[in-house]
């Protein structure tokens, strides 16, 4: 596709459930980064891919998020035991740079989640 | 660690009027300054960036920032601005070395008629 593309852009579960948001970057960014945006506030660096590799992942708030991208295109989110506190938007992006790391980000729309 | 800091979370404005929304950061390293925009239902997307070299920037759709390091500031600006610019600003700073983006907490811009 021509932009990132995120799904589901909304989901809404339970407390205790787990979740999944994908992330299909622009072909050939090798570079993919999660980010999440609570209400009212900026988006909040979570985690940082170059290829296949978590380059940086210290933005993850606890071992209950996980993420992947085995094959160094589509990146999958993971989310455990889903807490009220999870409820944001969960951005993704990816650029095309390599190490330099002063290409522009590409943002899809984000995967809006709620846990009840 | 960087912080930053946008001060206002909303400004109203009337069409064709000036305006400069403000970005203060705080960092004990250098660092790589950005302005993203968020029109509704959109994605993020940038504005402009400063990397290096001349502190005047310009970004696209008219806007301009200038990057002043003895204030750590990075204010955006433009001349004169369009009912179309209604949006989310949001100023982001990143470490050299690192590509995590830290992000303030948004300036909303609202342009009356």
């Known amino acids: 596709g021509a932009g990132v593309s995120q799904t589901p852009s909304n989901k809404v579960t339970e407390k205790g459930k787990y979740v999944e948001l994908r992330c299909d970057p622009i072909?050939?960014?090798?570079?993919l980064y999660w980010y999440r945006q609570s209400l009212g506030q900026g988006p909040e660096f979570l985690i940082y891919?170059?290829?296949?590799?978590?380059?940086?992942d210290s933005g993850l708030p606890n071992d209950r998020f996980f993420a992947v991208r085995p094959e160094g295109s589509v990146s999958t989110l993971k989310i455990q035991r889903t807490e009220r506190g999870d409820s944001a938007v969960y951005l993704c992006a990816s650029s095309l740079d390599g190490t330099s790391g002063t290409g522009e980000l590409f943002f899809g729309e984000g995967s809006r989640l709620t846990v009840l | 660690a960087q912080s930053v800091t946008q001060l206002d979370s909303q400004v109203p404005v009337f069409e064709e009027a000036p305006v400069e929304l403000r970005c203060n950061y705080s960092?004990?390293?250098?660092?790589?300054l950005f302005w993203y925009v968020q029109y509704p239902n959109q994605g993020l997307q940038l504005l402009l960036k400063?990397?290096?070299?001349?502190?005047l920037v310009k970004g696209i759709n008219g806007f301009e920032a200038e990057f002043n390091k003895s204030q750590t500031s990075f204010h955006l600006r433009k001349p004169s601005v369009h009912i179309s610019d209604t949006a989310e600003y949001f100023c982001?700073?990143?470490?050299?070395?690192?590509?995590?983006?830290?992000f303030g907490s948004g300036t909303r811009l609202q342009v009356q008629p």
């Open positions: 400063y990397l290096s070299g001349s502190t």
């Open positions: 072909s050939g960014h090798t570079a």
């Open positions: 891919f170059q290829g296949t590799g978590a380059a940086d």
């Open positions: 982001a700073v990143r470490k050299t070395g690192r590509r995590a983006l830290t």
């Open positions: 960092s004990s390293v250098s660092v790589y």
